[in-house]
């Protein structure tokens, strides 16, 4: 099935993909594998972003000028795909995940769309991992889709890694409208993070409807 917003009833989710650019065919195959991943057991399909969230991140990464940037959490490769596409030739990204099986799912797409040496993947602990990296101004967009308790570090760590208006997304900022009234402990510390982000005066921030709630941030 393919991924799609919450707030969207399937008739809505085809429309809002039909009125924009379209997927490719190696996006596409993407989803479908990921999909397959998840009938089977094998993968969880709520970790894959909606089509158009991927075609929005694209198009912000050519309208940004992005030449380096960061993904933390990776999966199957769906979203570190639209980054790469929308970085120039001499453009890199780094993704960091944990998985090496899902991982070995995005290498082989990544290699298909021919954007795979753009792409530096390291498994292990993103946020150790993160902190190894030297704390100057670096990466021009970020995109965060991990462990929703690890968010606020992950901010933390990207913000003196970012340069000056970098962008960060953050992904699954609404956890299903659990925000408005926290269950879990994932819930809470979204929730808090929202709030905290607003009243930062280290970022621009918006939260937008979008899939399951992404914020934008950018750096003052």
Known sequence: MTPRSFLLTPELADYVQAASDPVD??????????ADMA????????????????V??????RALG???????????????????QGL???GSLLC???????????????????VADRIELRLGDALATLRELPAEETFDLAFVDADKTGYPAY?????????????????????????VAPVSEADRTLAELNAALAAD????????????????????
């Open 56 to 61: 929005l991140m694209r198009l912000l990464t």
């Open 25 to 34: 065919a190696v996006m596409a195959d993407l989803i479908r594998e990921t």
């Open 88 to 90: 120039p030739e001499d």
């Open 96 to 114: 960091l995940d944990r998985s090496e099986e899902w991982t070995d799912v995005a290498r082989r797409h990544w290699a298909r769309a021919g």
């Open 201 to 220: 005066p280290r970022w621009e921030a918006v939260l937008l409807p979008l899939a399951d709630g992404l914020t934008v941030l950018r750096k003052r």
């Open 155 to 179: 901010v933390e760590e990207l913000h003196p890694r970012m340069s000056r208006n970098g962008v960060v997304l953050l992904d699954n900022t609404l956890r299903g409208g659990q925000v």
């Open 39 to 54: 009938a089977r057991g094998e993968a969880p399909s709520t970790m894959q972003i909606a089509p158009e969230q991927g």
């Open 66 to 84: 992005a030449r380096r940037a960061i993904e933390i959490g990776t999966f199957t490769g769906f979203s570190a795909l639209c980054i790469a």
